[in-house]
């Protein structure tokens, strides 16, 4: 059975930082894609970045390149979303997923879902 575990949400205040961590088990996790996603009330969810399975290549949606960094420890099994300077808009459940695929995008790439942290930022 595969699970992920998101921890590390919280409220910050607008400014702050967090690091988000997602604990997979029951899936070969060095064989998988990464992502984070978020959701906010009313809205779709949203891609935020993704990470290779060898961690060799990362991406990210335009509006948190340069503030959020995701990386991941394979004999861990844990991948980790750092995100820094939030903003009021950052506010969202943030999910992990996990892909067998080598397209990270959309939410339909992916095979594997946590049920979420909740970030909250503080204007």
């Known amino acids: 059975q595969v699970q992920l575990v998101e921890s590390g949400g919280g409220l910050v205040q607008a400014g702050g930082s967090l690091r988000l961590s997602c604990a997979a088990s029951?899936?070969?996790?060095?064989?998988?894609?990464m992502g984070w996603f978020r959701q906010a009330p009313g809205r779709e969810r949203e891609f935020v970045a993704a990470?290779?399975?060898?961690?060799?290549?990362?991406y990210y949606i335009d509006s948190v390149k340069g503030r959020f960094t995701i990386s991941r420890d394979n004999a861990k099994s844990t991948v980790y979303l750092q995100m820094n300077y939030l903003k009021p808009e950052d506010t969202a459940v943030y999910y992990c997923?996990?892909?067998?695929?080598?397209?990270?995008?959309?939410?339909?790439?992916?095979?594997?879902w946590g049920q979420g942290t909740q970030v909250t930022v503080s204007s």
């Open positions: 990470i290779s399975w060898s961690g060799d290549f990362t």
């Open positions: 029951g899936l070969t996790f060095s064989a998988s894609g």
């Open positions: 997923a996990a892909t067998a695929g080598r397209t990270y995008a959309l939410p339909s790439q992916y095979n594997y």
